[in-house]
């Protein structure tokens, strides 16, 4: 069965790295637009970083921008989240998810990706 599992996170002073990955397996997801998603205790899905399925087009919520890198690696399956400079506020679990849906652009919203992987958590200290 298609799984998509999230690893890379953990805990990490404020400027520092992680590299977060989301590899798939059973099925291929090189057909589709990929995201990654945030969610702080008490509080919803935000986004962070799309990509499309070609690769070429990325898209940052403003919080990010300037930091985070998205990426994939179609022979790999897996998709990439880059984060520098980490925050305080950078903290949750962070979700990759698929879209399966053809669209002409990235979509931002939760409800617009079908499938979720389980999450991994990114801890930044002051």
């Known amino acids: 069965q298609a799984q998509l599992v999230e690893t890379g996170g953990g805990l990490v002073q404020a400027g520092g790295s992680l590299r977060l990955s989301c590899a798939a397996s059973?099925?291929?997801?090189?057909?589709?637009?990929m995201g990654w998603f945030r969610q702080a205790p008490g509080k919803e899905r935000e986004f962070v970083a799309g990509?499309?399925?070609?690769?070429?087009?990325?898209y940052y919520t403003d919080s990010v921008k300037g930091r985070f890198t998205i990426s994939r690696d179609h022979a790999k399956n897996t998709v990439f989240l880059q984060m520098n400079s980490l925050k305080p506020e950078d903290t949750g679990v962070y979700y990759c998810a698929a879209d399966l849906r053809p669209r002409s652009a990235v979509a931002t919203t939760p409800q617009n990706y079908d499938f979720w992987g389980q999450g991994t958590q990114v801890t930044v200290s002051s």
């Open positions: 990509i499309s399925w070609r690769g070429d087009s990325m």
């Open positions: 059973g099925r291929s997801f090189s057909s589709h637009a």
